[in-house]
């Protein structure tokens, strides 16, 4: 155990935690005063057997959906939340960014909230004395620190309390959501100072949404769905993971899970596997291991990237766009893109009557739907020539990913003009996720790709 106790700064044991459901009120009376003990109430698990450990130093993240138990596991880590059963052991002084306005009293100026927070923590006044001015540069709210937080927006509101947790140099860091709100010049400072406390040896644990903050800054993810830890290992592949949550595609999950566990137990150990046919992209048949002339192996794209399941989809039938998929620089099929790299969208279409001219599309929009980039092969020149029934295309569209980072997503279509009539054969709205991971990210919504040059005279 003194071995354990300083290689982990957290360590997670087979953690639940299980709140009783009463249908209505007079129910959880009925059920203390039962002489028979008799329960009116069912069982909820918020969080049902998580076990994981935080070595000291490293910067985890955990991901999941809305209700997998990922803020529920950072409460209980915090002593905010007691577990119903398990056992949570914690080596290191915590400082915790979690839900906004907690541990403030919001009847308190910032500055009595600072000391407050900062004895809570173990601080003297003293020392808090000498940290304070720090607190104050960052947070950037001049005179409102000497007002009640109440009267605070939510944004100098999370600038006290993101400026009070980084800057009374915490062993471990917890942070929920909370680089979320605020400017973008406030985030990327935030970001900044956490980049600057993780290279000093602070441990971080962190929940976030944004996947291009987990990929950049996570040693190792935490994967959680419904109160169940699914998997835990290195940043992008359980991205690729939660993709699957996020789809609906939990069967694919499932499989890749259990092909890992089998890959763990040992090669002695693999059952030998019968031949599988699978589509190819010329309407023939593929088994295991063969491979497509360009060396591609055999199989559907869109069955090893991220497709949404509740895609909107239309058209007359005439054409129908039967795989996708999209490759990074290096030829690998993935919805994580890294900005300022070459990325292929790749289109696979089967036609089921003859079509004078069509048209292939794709998309790219942000989260509110605004469209931001995208083209086509007759504005691209690359027009199509009259096709015949039971023709197939390949369609690539090859480019450079200038979009900051962040989440978006992939349209794309078959369509043609008749009689002087738009016409869409095959339309996919929102079909897949694109996750751009960046390193520099600039205004706006795309990268100028400035070359700047400063010559003092």
């Given amino acids: 155990m003194p071995e354990e106790k ?22 959880r009376l009925k059920e203390s005063l039962s002489l028979t003990h008799k329960g009116y109430h069912k069982d909820f698990f918020a969080l049902n057997g998580i076990s994981f450990t935080v070595e000291k130093g490293q910067t985890v993240g955990i991901i999941g959906t809305n209700g997998s138990g990922k803020s529920t596991i950072l409460k209980i880590i915090t002593g905010v939340l007691t577990p119903t059963s398990g056992e949570v052991s914690v080596n290191g002084k915590i400082s915790a960014l979690l839900e906004l306005g907690a541990g403030f009293n919001m009847d308190y100026t910032g500055i009595e909230n600072i000391y407050m927070n900062g004895t809570m923590m173990g601080y003297t006044k003293k020392e808090m004395d000498a940290k304070l001015q720090e607190i104050l540069d960052f947070a950037e709210i001049g005179d409102f620190v000497y007002q009640p937080v109440k009267t605070y927006s939510s944004g100098m509101f999370v600038r006290l309390a993101f400026a ?4 009374v140099e ?3 860091l917890i942070v929920d959501e909370a680089l979320s709100v605020g400017d973008v010049f406030f985030q990327a400072k935030c970001y900044r100072r956490m980049e600057e406390i993780r290279q000093s ?5 962190m929940v976030t949404h944004d996947m291009g903050s987990i990929i950049k800054y996570c040693d190792k993810v935490v994967l959680l769905n419904k109160g169940e830890f699914i998997a835990e290992g290195s940043a992008g592949h359980m991205v690729d993971l939660y993709k699957k949550i996020l789809a609906g595609q939990m069967e694919s999950l499932n499989a890749e899970l259990a092909r890992e566990k089998e890959a763990e137990s040992g090669p002695e150990l693999h059952a030998e596997k019968p031949d599988v046919p699978m589509s190819d992209f ?17 199989g559907l794209m869109k069955e090893q990237i991220t497709i949404n399941a509740n895609r909107t989809e239309y058209g007359d039938g005439r054409a129908e766009i039967y795989d996708l998929g999209l490759l990074d620089e290096r030829g690998n099929l993935t919805n994580l893109l890294l900005k300022g790299e ?4 790749r289109e696979c279409i089967r036609f089921y009557a003859d079509i004078e001219a069509p048209i292939f599309t794709y998309t790219i929009k942000d989260k509110k739907g605004t469209d931001l980039t995208g083209t086509n092969t007759m504005y691209e020149g690359a027009d199509i020539k009259p096709v015949k029934r039971g023709d197939e295309y390949v369609v690539e569209f090859t480019q450079k990913m200038n979009l900051q980072g962040g989440e978006y997503l992939l349209s794309m279509s078959c369509t043609g003009f008749e009689q002087g009539e738009h016409v869409v054969y095959h339309r996919l709205y929102d079909v897949a996720n694109i996750t751009v991971i960046s390193n520099k990210n600039t205004v706006g919504i795309y990268d100028m790709e400035s070359q700047v040059t400063a010559v003092k005279r």
């Avoid at 088994?287 to 060396?295: H, R």
């Fill in 164 to 167: 009070l947790a980084i800057n």
């Fill in 6 to 27: 300083n290689k982990y700064a957290i360590s997670v044991r087979d953690v639940a935690k299980i709140y009783r459901l009463y249908e209505k009120p007079i129910d």
């Fill in 342 to 345: 070459m990325f292929t969208i």
């Fill in 282 to 298: 010329s309407g023939g048949m593929l088994k295991k291991d063969e491979k497509e002339p360009d060396g591609r192996p055999g």
């Fill in 170 to 172: 915490p062993e471990i």
């Fill in 201 to 205: 040896g602070t441990t971080i644990l």
